[in-house]
């Protein structure tokens, strides 16, 4: 555990700056109007702009990837209140940690002064860890502050949550980066990047403004003295293999992603493999293809291998308990298995025709014997009257019921294909409608 005041010097400075210190350090920002990003946070009348404007200190989880400001705005905060600042690391502390942190609150107390107390990584800490600090929060002895990737409803305690609010940052986007970029050429004196290279740099970064500036940093450095500017070449010389193969948000980005899907589209296992390691090398957010995975499970098997999406769901729940490249392997299954699953867009096209119709047509009203009828005026309307409960019927369906509203009786949005369980369900299909027929035709 670390204790620091912000405020050594005089209220309102913070630590000093060293030449040493890795640049993101050197960069913090010491004031809130130096924060990038976060907008929905730090803008006019958003929440933590007010609790800073307003004096208003509050406990609170502050949930985000690596990267995007948790810390900084921790601190800024400490900063604001003239409060002492606590820091634990849930990787490294423990219920020493947090004793010490109370007697050090409670001896500052003594003098009228405020204490955040900051913990990293939150999560990690265990059921009493997280309970520990109840009563402290509770009493007002300090302000809690726990900062967190993972989804603070799983992770921590529900007592501990209830007590402090949640705030929730973004991973910063290209214009942001871009922004820091200037900031930190401007630091260093270093000459500045070319516009490929500087989106080069935010690609690489990924929302992560600490990933970036370590990368501006190590540029920098291998910068020829003679060099009035750092180009594409130059910052793969400097980052080498860890630089990303393709522009997270580019045109190779996209088409990669495309290949994927159209492979698996296609029944190609060997291209989908191909594609699916291909953006694990250039480096996407491993998340990001679980999810798209999950929507071709959807789009393109749907129905005719319903199996598809559970596989989908649970290579994509292995992933996150394994984490790379264990849990990659189960990803890499479901790629498989969604190339050599039998295809079908029926229900992808049932659903985009539906939307198309709801978006154009008319708010037709619901037939009188499919309506809800709670009250004995709409009984007496004739609400429910006829409805016809299926699980009495033989067969357990109904024939001849009519569930469309009136003028859309013969529509049809959903044509399944004669492949996988959907060959099945257009058999079942058409024997249903075989039986409404035969009901309409009927004589009374």
Known sequence: MTTESLFAESPGTGPPVHLNQPLAERLR??????????????????????????????SMILWGPPGVGKTTLARLMTQAFDAQFITISAVLGGVKEIR???????????????????????????????????PHVESGLFTF?????????????????SRASVHVLKSLDEAELLALVERAVQVLASPPFTPAAAKRLAAYADGDARRLLNAVDAAAALAPPTASEIDEP??????????RRYDKGGEQFYDVISALHKSVRGSDPDAALYWFARMLDGGVDVRYIARRLIRMASEDIGLADPRALRICLDAAETYERLG????????????????????????????????????????RAVPLHLRNAPTRLMTDLGYGREYR??????????????????????????EPVARGLELRIGERLN??????????????
Do not use: C, W
């Not at 500052?108 to 265990?126: L, P, S, Y």
């Not at 890499?332 to 295809?343: G, S, T």
């Not at 409960?389 to 959903?414: C, K, N, S």
């Not at 024997?431 to 009374?444: I, S, V």
């Open 324 to 363: 790379s490249p264990e849990g990659e392997l189960t990803l890499a299954q479901a790629v498989v298995f969604l190339a050599v699953a039998p295809k079908s867009n029926a229900v992808y096209s049932a659903y985009k025709a539906v939307r198309a119709l709801i978006k154009t047509d008319g708010s």
């Open 234 to 243: 130059m910052l793969e010389r400097a980052l080498g293999e860890q630089l």
């Open 145 to 161: 502050i726990g900062a967190t990737t993972e989804n603070p409803s799983f992770e921590v305690n529900s007592a501990l949550l």
């Open 389 to 414: 409960y299926a699980h009495d019927e033989p067969g357990g369906f109904a024939a001849g019921v009519i569930y469309l509203p009136e003028g859309l009786e013969a529509q049809r949005f959903y």
């Open 29 to 58: 920002p010491t004031h809130l109007d130096e924060v990038i990003g976060q907008r929905q946070l730090l803008g006019p009348g958003m929440p933590l702009r007010v609790a800073f404007e307003s004096g208003r200190l509050h």
């Open 431 to 444: 024997e249903l409608r075989r039986l409404n027929a035969a009901h309409q035709t009927a004589p009374d």
């Open 100 to 134: 010490e942190a109370v007697e050090r609150a409670q001896a500052v107390a003594a003098q009228g002064r405020r204490t955040v107390v900051f913990v990293d990584e939150v999560h990690r800490f265990n059921k009493s860890q997280q309970d520990a600090f109840l």
